[in-house]
């Protein structure tokens, strides 16, 4: 009787065309994916994770059942041919998958690897899948570890902290320049995604406030209220210029809006403390000359970009010590998970032998008469005894290491099983 | 107590060297267990300078701040505890380093002095010689930090400003960090600037009869302390920071070493007894 099989099958940036992925990738979220895999026979656990990187499934597999090819025809639909469709899969199983699933939730199989978005992603989809009881035992407890690894790799390695974004590197930029940002203040000039992000990002360092300046004062108004901050008309922003420290510049303009002149007239009102200035738009909306001004820093996003490649070089040496920690915990689980087919094994066994003892036990007793109190229980420990006599060396012979290093407890298990007849 | 002395003398120089380098080690590496080594040894450093100029007042019999070797010597003890005292308030990544370099520079250009027992000329024979030395040098010991924090400041902010990240990029603090740091130590400089040109001047008061006689390291003396009052004035009027508060600390600690050595071999005048 073989065991039971992990697996995990899925289509990634890496191995899979974006053509591929696009028909792939499930765009109507995961509950009706999850609720029609109920159908496929031999799904023992299952959840789906679905990125624009990355469709993955991850199951487990009754016993003597074969459902790759069902999963296949699930994922690719019935036009393309399964032997097509191998091709752009990864199809792992048992250690393979659980390293796999700790890579992915480590960020470490990422297109942009340490970024944080994905262990949020994982959550999301283990969260539908629990819901609606597609996963078991083995995949809540192989899911909660991944979450656990993620958070040790982002907290022994470096990897999370340098994660490769622009925004990141505005943050690490005005980290050198201002040291604490607790306190400091952040312009937004322009209300474009990219401004957001980084605004974001700075928030979460504890900047100060937030101020949003727009073009149309309505969209400035929503932006503000999500940081708790004021907006203000683009007529007001050289005023402004005094209060902050951090601006992040995104407009749409075709021409510069801010000119040497307005910002050096507003470093002698700031007493010359420093002004950090981010210039994400393309065409630029900051006149580049600022960077002349003392205590002024302008950086367009060709400079940040040179910023995430100086990181990017950094994070290789992280990357490998968080392979370790992810090698490290995927090796724990298989010991793990090798235990769990051991374990119920033992109970099993234990528990029909004694169900027969006591079953023979009470028909003796019946047809017994005159027995006193003493003489029943002397027959028990006599059951009791041949019990733990016959256990013996069946337990011993399934919780005995492995033979020469090979491990064959699978095997154990099942001549176990088979020889006194569990799970009939 | 000569042989001692001597004995002193060259354990300074040697564990300063080993203090140097293991701030290097620690810099270009950034091994943290490096740095508590090389703070320690540091530390043995500061100790055994100490030390020497104990022995050296047991030798000589007066303050050791007469010869030029002894003033060197006396200004790489004030930069260190300087430093030390400082360190032990807070911390600027990787400061030590350049405090490092600096201390080995004087230890080993005191070396180059003779190390003589020079005969103290009836002059300096007074009690305030202790106190108005001493004072100045702690003073330059303070602007010294200074210096090197203005140093990291401009190489700092040349590479934010070229947007080049080379090797000091990751290796330094932030600017505002490197700009306080600077604050701090000019002001704690300048307090000790001070009181050593008043005390200079009451003891030329007793000495020579006058207050102030223009004599070439006092003209110095008063432009450095120039230097650094614009500068502190000019950051709490108009906040004058950055870079230019940078280059005003280097620009100060030159003046400082130009009225510590410029003016003896070049101007002379009756100040000049170290030499």
């Known amino acids: 009787m073989p065991a039971e099989r992990l697996l995990l099958l899925g289509v990634n940036h890496k191995n899979t065309p974006v053509e591929v992925r696009e028909k792939i990738a499930l765009s109507a979220g995961y509950d009706e994916p999850l609720t029609a895999l109920k159908d496929v026979k031999g799904l023992k656990e299952y959840y789906l994770l679905s990125t624009c990187n990355r469709v993955e499934f991850l199951l487990v597999e009754q016993p003597g059942m074969n459902v790759e090819s069902a999963i296949i025809e699930f994922l690719f639909g019935k036009d393309v041919k399964e032997d097509d469709a191998r091709n752009y899969l990864y199809i792992l199983e048992g250690q393979e998958a659980v390293k796999h699933l700790f890579m992915v939730a480590a960020s470490l199989d990422s297109m942009i690897v340490g970024e944080t978005q994905i262990l949020g992603q994982l959550k999301v989809a283990y969260r539908h899948a629990s819901k609606l009881g597609c996963t ?159 205590n002024v820093y302008l950086y367009d996003i060709d400079d940040l970009s040179s910023v995430v490649e100086m990181n990017r070089a950094g994070r290789d040496k992280e990357a490998v010590t968080a392979t370790r920690i992810v090698d490290e915990e995927s090796l724990k689980f298989e010991r793990y998970y090798q235990g769990l087919a051991v374990k119920p094994t033992i109970l099993e066994l234990r528990r029909k ?16 008469s005159g027995l006193s109190e003493h003489d029943r229980k002397h027959l028990e420990k006599m059951i009791s005894a041949i019990n733990t006599k016959v256990l013996h060396n069946p337990l011993m012979y399934l919780k005995a290491d492995s033979c020469m290093g090979r491990d064959n407890r699978d095997k154990k298990v099942a001549t176990i099983r088979e020889l006194f007849g569990l799970g009939e | 107590m000569e042989e001692l002395n001597y004995l002193l003398y060259i354990s300074v120089l040697g564990v300063t060297t080993v203090a140097m380098a293991a701030y290097l080690v620690f810099f270009i590496s950034q091994n943290k267990a490096v740095r508590k080594v090389a703070r320690a040894i540091l530390v043995s450093s500061g100790v055994l300078q100490t030390l020497y100029i104990v022995s050296r007042y047991m030798l000589t019999g007066h303050t050791p701040i007469t010869s030029q070797h002894e003033t060197v010597i006396f200004f790489a003890w004030a930069t260190t505890w300087a430093y030390l005292s400082f360190r032990w308030r807070y911390t600027v990544k990787n400061f030590g380093t350049f405090v490092a370099i600096l201390i080995f520079c004087l230890v080993f250009i005191s070396s180059l002095a003779h190390r003589d027992v020079t005969v103290l000329v009836p002059a300096l024979q007074s009690a305030w010689l202790p106190i108005h030395a001493g004072v100045s040098l702690v003073a330059y010991g303070f602007l010294s930090l200074a210096f090197c924090g203005g140093l990291m400041y401009l190489l700092l902010e040349r590479e934010l400003k070229a947007k080049k990240f080379g090797f000091f990029f990751e290796r330094l603090p932030s600017l ?76 100060g600690f030159l003046s400082v070493l130009f009225t510590l050595w410029g003016v003896t071999y070049f101007l002379g005048g009756v100040h000049s007894y170290a030499g």
């Not at chain 1, 004694?354 to 007793?365: F, H, N, P, W």
């Not at chain 2, 500068?231 to 709490?236: A, D, F, N, P």
Request: aromatic content about 8%; hydrophobic content about 50%; glycine content about 8%.
């Open chain 1, 136 to 294: 078991g035992p083995l995949l809540n407890k192989l899911l909660h570890k991944s979450f656990s690894v993620a958070k040790r790799v982002r907290t022994e390695t470096l990897i999370g902290s340098s994660a490769v974004s622009i925004s990141f590197a505005a943050v690490q930029l005005a980290k050198k320049i201002f040291g604490n940002l607790q306190g400091k203040n952040v312009l937004l000039i322009g209300a474009g995604e990219m401004a957001e992000l980084a605004a974001e990002h700075l928030v979460g360092q504890g900047v100060g406030s937030v101020v949003v300046a727009n073009r149309t004062l309505a969209r400035a108004l929503t932006l503000a209220q999500r940081f708790n901050g004021k907006a203000v008309s683009m007529d007001e922003l050289v005023a402004q210029l005094e209060n902050v420290d951090i601006i992040i510049s995104s407009t749409g303009a075709t021409d510069i809006i801010l000119y040497k002149e307005d910002v050096k007239s507003v470093m002698r009102s700031r007493r010359n403390k420093p002004l950090f200035f981010i210039d994400i738009a393309v065409p630029r909306d900051l006149d580049p000359q600022l960077n002349e001004i003392e």
């Open chain 1, 353 to 368: 032998v004694e169900a027969i003892g006591a079953q023979e036990l009470a028909k003796t007793i019946g047809k017994l």
């Open chain 2, 176 to 251: 505002e960090a490197l700009d306080q740091l600077n604050s701090h130590c000019i002001t704690a400089g300048f307090v000790f600037l001070t009181l050593g040109i008043v005390t200079g001047s009451v003891w030329a008061r007793q000495a020579w009869g006058t207050y102030w006689q223009w004599d070439p390291k006092e003209t110095w003396s008063l432009i450095t302390w120039f230097l650094y009052l614009v500068q502190i004035h000019q950051r709490l009027t108009v906040g004058w920071r950055g870079k230019r508060a940078a280059v005003m600390a280097v620009v």
